[in-house]
């Protein structure tokens, strides 16, 4: 089956400092990835979808030179969040599209960051 | 926009019992229907889909039939067991368009 990872699945890191998380999709290319913020007990929340080789497209309300999204390859893509603060703290996840008529997201671990 | 609404928990069942978890949904045109499943420390895992009215997406003994009538595609699985346990997501996304909405997630219990 498809394949997505995601590193680190924990970080924790001082407040003021930058983080990046990776996305790899491990066994096919990914033209699309999206990453998702979910907070306790709720649900997850698109905040962007990254495409490869252009600029990522941003939902309503999330900063995006805060959430820094680069898709360098087919086969990943990261979220820096930069100046990171408390607020910040939650469970990243992000999901790749296999594309090709399959309609159907594959989704990473997830990467836990707490900022203190 | 789009929108799902989704039962709240947490639900805690017994081994064995009939499990139901309601889902309604609001959407422009006719999108595809979801049910995704997060156990304990683990991402998230499709467990079923329908693409058109009156599909019904199975798998692992769960069930889910799109209804377009009444805009809903309910979770069931007639004996549930213990291994069952987890959070339960249901979304949809527009056709030709892989954004995916999400409802607010069931928590599910199962004890022996």
């Known amino acids: 089956g498809a394949v997505v990872s995601q590193h680190p699945s924990r970080v924790i890191c001082k407040s003021g400092t930058s983080v990046k998380i990776e996305c790899r999709s491990l066994?096919?290319?990914?033209?699309?990835m999206f990453w998702y913020r979910q907070f306790p007990k709720q649900s997850l929340m698109l905040m962007a979808t990254?495409?490869?080789?252009?600029?990522?497209?941003?939902e309503q309300g999330v900063e995006k030179d805060k959430f820094l999204i680069n898709h360098a390859s087919l086969t990943l893509s990261t979220l820096t969040v930069t100046s990171a603060h408390p607020e910040d703290s939650s469970f990243y996840i992000c999901?790749?599209?296999?594309?090709?008529?399959?309609?159907?997201?594959?989704f990473g671990p997830g990467t836990r960051l707490t900022v203190l | 926009g789009n929108s799902v609404t989704q039962m709240e928990g947490p639900v805690t069942l017994s081994e064995e019992a009939f499990l139901t978890i309601n889902c309604t949904y609001t959407?422009?045109?006719?999108?595809?229907l979801f049910w995704y499943v997060q156990y304990p420390g683990e991402g998230l895992q499709l467990l079923l889909k329908?693409?058109?009215?009156?599909d019904k997406g199975s798998n692992k003994g769960f069930e889910a039939t799109y209804r377009k009538e009444t805009t809903s595609f309910h979770l069931e699985k007639g004996s549930v067991q213990v291994s069952d346990s987890a959070v339960y997501f249901c979304?949809?996304?527009?056709?030709?368009?892989?954004?995916?909405?999400f409802g607010t997630g069931t928590r599910l219990t199962i004890i022996p």
């Open positions: 329908a693409t058109k009215a009156d």
């Open positions: 979304a949809l996304s527009n056709f030709g368009n892989e954004k995916l909405t």
């Open positions: 990254s495409n490869e080789g252009s600029k990522a497209t941003y």
């Open positions: 959407a422009t045109g006719y999108p595809s």
């Open positions: 999901s790749a599209d296999r594309g090709q008529g399959y309609n159907e997201q594959f």
């Open positions: 066994d096919f290319q990914a033209t699309t």
